[in-house]
């Protein structure tokens, strides 16, 4: 995936993260306010009657989005798989197909990334939790409780919403970096094969093989070659 894409794929990402977050962060506050019957209204509650449909279209999704890492992973195997087999092809004086281009794997420390990405997680999900709170409320045709809905007995929301968008953040960091860092070893692979050739696009001539001797030196000059001289005639 080139950096452009992954620009593009930056905001909607967060955002379904940010949802993600939402919902675990909802059904982890009402477990921890009323146990197993927090649980229960959240699943099968009036008010709540969207959350089971939500959970199940945020799985499909993640399992959506699981099923392009692995792939994007096994594509970046590949292709490592194939310049090892160049490289060793050219250290054998082999032909070798055309060189990649250098690609960008620039990529930030793990700990500013955690922080950037925690910090709007956590402002995301708690924006989106207030509104949830107060349209659950006008649904339920009760007062809307503005920001109280993060106050009194829901005081602990921000606490629980912090930590989900954490380990939601610190998760995605560490599999971008994990694959950032097969990049930089495909990266690293396919420098040295463009030193090897010399330069894209270009293949490595054959070496001429050595000639084999059509004859061995006894063939060459005959086996007399090892016999004692005659012996030499006195006049």
């Known amino acids: ?8 794929l930056l905001a909607p990402g967060v955002v379904a993260l940010a949802f993600a977050g939402v919902w675990v962060g909802h059904t982890l506050e009402y477990a921890r306010v009323a146990g197993s019957a927090g649980l229960s209204a959240v699943w099968r509650g009036p008010v709540h009657g969207y959350m089971l449909p939500v959970g ?3 799985t499909i999704a993640a399992l959506i989005a699981g099923t392009g890492l692995v792939r ?7 292709r490592l798989d194939r310049v090892r ?4 092809a050219a250290w054998r004086g082999r032909p070798v197909g055309a060189t990649p ?3 960008d794997t620039s990529t930030p420390s793990s700990t500013s990334r955690v922080l950037a990405l925690w910090g709007t997680l956590a402002v995301l999900q708690l924006s989106l939790y207030v509104l949830q709170e107060n349209l ?3 649904s339920a045709e009760v007062r809307p409780p503005g920001l109280g809905s993060v106050s009194g007995v829901h005081w602990a929301a921000p606490l629980v919403h912090a930590a989900v ?6 998760s995605v960091v560490v ?4 694959m950032a860092s097969r990049r930089r070893i495909l990266a690293a692979c396919e420098n040295l094969l463009r030193a090897l050739v010399g330069s894209p696009g270009r293949q490595l001539a054959v070496l001429p093989r050595a000639q084999a001797c059509e004859r061995t030196p006894l063939e060459r000059f005959g086996r007399h070659i090892w016999s004692r001289p005659p012996p030499h005639l006195s006049v």
Request: glycine fraction near 2%; hydrophobic fraction near 65%.
């Open 85 to 88: 087999a160049s490289i060793a």
């Open 136 to 138: 659950e409320a006008m």
């Open 1 to 8: 995936m080139d950096v452009s894409r992954r620009s593009r």
């Open 165 to 170: 968008a954490l380990v939601l953040a610190a």
């Open 175 to 178: 599999i971008t970096r994990a």
């Open 56 to 58: 199940v279209a945020l």
């Open 101 to 103: 281009a250098a690609a």
């Open 72 to 78: 994007a992973w096994l594509s970046l195997g590949q």
